[in-house]
């Protein structure tokens, strides 16, 4: 079983920055992708960016050129960086590893709010 333990978030003003980390309890990110995905009120859950164990990303197209999906190995940590922050980034902001070659999260961190401010 593994456990993806979040941090950071918050409250920050429109064109702000937040940084979340999720942390893996264990070293998996040679066989899982992982993510980070969002749900706002009302909305579905959608996905914001992924990165695999070879380091390539991909980013929903609302969040390009403003939030940046990376990772340290050695900590088994994932980090979302973002920047520009905009009303409509509010959301719940949830932690995911995919193992390789199936078509489900396997896991899920417990999510953390982000809200930002007009």
């Known amino acids: 079983q593994v456990q993806l333990v979040q941090s950071g978030g918050g409250l920050v003003q429109f064109g702000g920055s937040l940084r979340l980390s999720c942390a893996a309890s264990?070293?998996?990110?040679?066989?899982?992708?992982m993510g980070w995905y969002r749900q706002a009120p009302g909305k579905q859950r959608e996905l914001v960016a992924i990165?695999?164990?070879?380091?390539?990303?991909n980013y929903v197209d609302s969040v390009k050129g403003r939030f940046t999906i990376s990772s340290d190995n050695a900590k088994n940590t994932v980090y979302l960086q973002m920047n520009s922050l905009k009303p409509e980034d509010t959301a719940v902001y949830y932690c995911?590893?995919?193992?390789?070659?199936?078509?489900?999260?396997?896991?899920w961190g417990k999510g953390t709010q982000v809200s930002v401010s007009s």
């Open positions: 995911s590893a995919q193992k390789i070659g199936t078509a489900t999260v396997s896991f």
């Open positions: 990165i695999t164990g070879g380091g390539r990303t």
């Open positions: 264990g070293s998996i990110f040679s066989t899982y992708v």
